[in-house]
């Protein structure tokens, strides 16, 4: 079952904004990670952000984690049209190997040239 | 970073029939394997996860008998759609996750069509 909700479902904007995504989710976890999908392949992981972190960078990915609301996001600066994917946040709630990762719902992103 | 390769990327086959999909980790050892389903559009749901040398543990409403698992080795997991209707149209993805790593690694998935 989907642990995490993510907001908006879909968000359209122009090459050169920033594009912000939400994902909120319901239990404790050791970590929370986000992936990228581009349509009909399998996913890419983009940044992993550990429960004792609230703010991690990686290239033009920043991701926020607070989890006295349980809630993390997602922003891409200057975004680009090949940034164009569905964006999915994953909890960890262990963090060992055999863990499965619980998915949001995702964020399709549309980044227009 | 690590890789997981998935075969077959698309399959067409007839209702009734049965299909395979492998999974594989090309340069690490992955003790456990994840299954997914995803419909167009939506998210991935775990469907099970395939434990080395041991039975799969299946998610909730999944059939372990339509969808059987075996994971006989540290790098091969398959997963074998039995009996195939065209309900079970969909695109399948596993990953894994190494010891050493606390991301997950995702094959390319497979888009089965079922006619």
């Known amino acids: 079952s989907q642990q995490g909700e993510e907001d908006p479902q879909a968000l359209s904007i122009q090459e050169g904004e920033n594009a912000t995504m939400n994902c909120s989710y319901k239990t404790s976890i050791n970590n929370l990670q986000w992936y990228r999908q581009n349509s009909g392949r399998g996913l890419v992981h983009l940044i992993l952000i550990r429960s004792n972190e609230r703010e991690k960078h990686s290239g033009r990915l920043r991701v926020t984690l607070d989890t006295s609301k349980k809630s993390s996001s997602l922003l891409i600066t200057a975004s680009r049209a090949a940034d164009t994917a569905s964006y999915f946040c994953a909890t960890d709630a262990t963090g060992a190997a055999g863990n499965k990762l619980t998915f949001g719902g995702g964020t399709r992103v549309l980044v227009k040239p | 970073g690590a890789v997981v390769s998935q075969h077959p990327s698309w399959v067409i086959c007839k209702s009734g029939t049965s299909v395979k999909i492998e999974c594989r980790s090309l340069d690490f050892q992955a003790t456990t394997m994840f299954w997914y389903r995803q419909f167009p559009k939506q998210s991935l749901m775990l469907m099970a996860t395939?434990?080395?040398?041991?039975?799969?543990?299946?998610e909730q409403g999944v059939e372990k008998d339509k969808f059987l698992i075996n994971h006989a080795s540290l790098t091969l997991s398959t997963l074998t759609v039995t009996s195939a209707h065209p309900e079970d149209s969909s695109f399948y993805i596993c990953s894994a996750r190494s010891v050493s790593n606390t991301e997950a690694f995702f094959g390319q998935g497979t888009r089965l069509t079922v006619v």
């Open positions: 395939s434990n080395e040398g041991s039975k799969a543990t299946y």
